[in-house]
């Protein structure tokens, strides 16, 4: 099982990212300062860092810094509110792995996860199936009994979780929380738009209605 550190400082974000990360078979570690982050990274425990840029005592460019500059390579993915050009890429220069901005959706931050851990640790499949439904994870391609269906990022992401728990029972809140991210609004009714987006793509009677409760996969 891989372990991730994550290194932040907003309470709302950190029991976000465990809760999802929890049910995807990862276990976890939350600091919410740089000098803990520095010190917890650098111990050999951990298989990657979520690193918040704007940490306490010492900031994430800090910790990159002397983590790489001790040779620690633990991939490390920087999450942040900070989305300029120059900070990705002082980031990016800095040696992190990957780099996304907040607020993000809770899916595309698991597929670079999985994406930096592969080499190391996991297989992940790369073509999810249900049926004749198949998603390729590397082109972000879809394709329906052998016909390539184009797909927006929004709806291949919202597919992807379909696709990850087929014939399981997926409620409007799992598919805010996973697709949308942690800054969701909970009376938004964008899920059922998007359902009717894919069913009209990928066929009307492949994700179910469970009335009250949400949206079924049907493999």
């Not at 059922?192 to 209605?209: C, F, N, P, Q, W």
Request: aromatic fraction near 8%; charge should be positive.
């Amino acid at each position: 099982m891989n372990r991730i550190l994550i290194a932040e400082d907003e309470r709302r974000i950190t029991s976000f990212l465990e809760k999802g990360l929890h049910k995807n078979g990862f276990t976890t570690r939350v600091v919410t300062d740089g000098l803990s982050a520095y010190e917890q990274a650098r111990s050999g425990e951990f298989d990657l860092v979520i690193l918040d840029l704007g940490l306490p005592v010492q900031d994430g460019f800090t910790v990159l810094r002397r983590l790489r500059g001790e040779r620690v390579t633990i991939p490390m993915i920087i999450l942040t509110a900070r989305d300029s050009v120059a900070d990705t890429v002082a980031g990016l220069e800095g040696g992190a792995d990957d780099y996304l901005a907040k607020p993000f959706a809770f899916e595309e931050l698991l597929a670079r996860i999985r994406l930096r851990l592969r080499s190391e640790r996991i297989q992940e499949p790369t073509v999810l199936r249900a049926g004749d439904l198949d998603l390729d994870l590397r082109t972000r391609r879809a394709r329906v009994g052998g016909r390539t269906v184009e797909l927006t990022a929004r709806e291949f992401a919202l597919a992807e979780v379909f696709c990850r728990h087929p014939d399981q029972v997926l409620t409007r809140e799992q598919l805010l929380s996973q697709v949308w991210g942690f800054d969701f609004d909970p009376g938004s009714n964008i899920v059922d738009v998007y359902i009717r987006y894919l069913r009209r793509k990928l066929g009307s009677a492949r994700i179910e209605t469970v009335r009250g409760v949400g949206y079924r996969l049907r493999p």
